[in-house]
């Protein structure tokens, strides 16, 4: 019965990702980043529900795709951590205000210099994309543009799956620090979960295989500590880790600066891992575990453990092509500007 129900979902899951992954494609794994890949007749698959094109910098910029994916693999190659990085700047500029690149505005009261950014990286990396495309394309390519196509080719590049990117969003002039309660703490329940999703137009199953990018990076132990030790005033950890868990996260995080993978079996292969974990009860966040423990997210979390890997893999880049779409700043309006340096907005004194 339990797996009758399960391969219902892993089913529920081909279907739903068969039509929009048109576009996706398999990792290089072992073979490593090949640079630019060519889209063949696939783009014509992609769902253009905004006024995003696929071949919006074609003609205007046909470089754009290329230097983005040199400069991802140079920086990568020297930092590798810098590519987790980026997909989670991603999804802090995404899940607030949209993907406007307002995450990169550094001015006091900006997003990027709330608390809760502190951890957010790769900032530089972005911007030294931004002023090498301003040498060859000056004033066209936007850095929410910038954002989301070095985010896809590093996620590309430590083996995760390809999806097609469609182009055109401007930069927001703006950026508030208080609007970064919007990105879902450590900490949120999956009621609250699935309300921040709803919000940006993503269903349950986007939330379930996006928090599958846990399968790469990591957590600074001051994000779990309160699950470790004398959780909720009982004197021991978070009875929802596995007591060996613990004890091995415990002895891994005896300073809250120190870092832990959150995926510790296979940190930095992009695979099913992750939800294998949770099954566990090897969740190293709050809300990896809740995943695993809400009667609403748990089947999918036992389809992704249990499919071939392939599953979440092709499911991840079809939810990632809708991330990258919610709350761009396009349009007949043209609101937003192409910002000249990605931390300022062209339009501000600051
Ligand atoms: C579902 C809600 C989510 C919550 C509550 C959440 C929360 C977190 C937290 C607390 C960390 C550790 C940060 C730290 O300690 O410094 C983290 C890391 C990370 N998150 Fe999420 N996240 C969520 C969804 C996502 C999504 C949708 C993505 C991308 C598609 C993502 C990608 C990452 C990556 C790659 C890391 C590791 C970063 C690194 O190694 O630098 N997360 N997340």
Redesign the pocket.
Known sequence: MKSAVVSTVVLLVILVAWPVSAGYKDSPGAEGYKGEEDEGDTRSWFPLDNLLSLSYYDKICPSFEKIVATKVREWTKTDP?LG??L??L??HDCGVTGCDASVLLDHEGSERRSPASK?L?GFELIEDIKSELEKSCPGLVSCADILTAASRDATYQLGGPYWSNAYGRRDSTNSYAGDVEKV???R?DITG?LETFQSYGLNILD?VV??G??T?????CG?IQSRLYNFNATGGSDPSIDPKFADYLRRKCRWASETVY?DVVTPIAFDNQYYINLRKNMGV?T?DSELVKDPRTAPLVAAFAEGPPQIFRQQFAVS?AK?VNVGVLTGEDRVGEIRKVCSKSNSRAY
């Open positions: 951590s987790p990085a997909l989670r991603l999804f951890t990286r879902p703490s450590g949120r979960l939330l996006l928090s990018a846990h790469i990076g990591k957590a600074n994000t959150l966040l809300t990632m991330l």
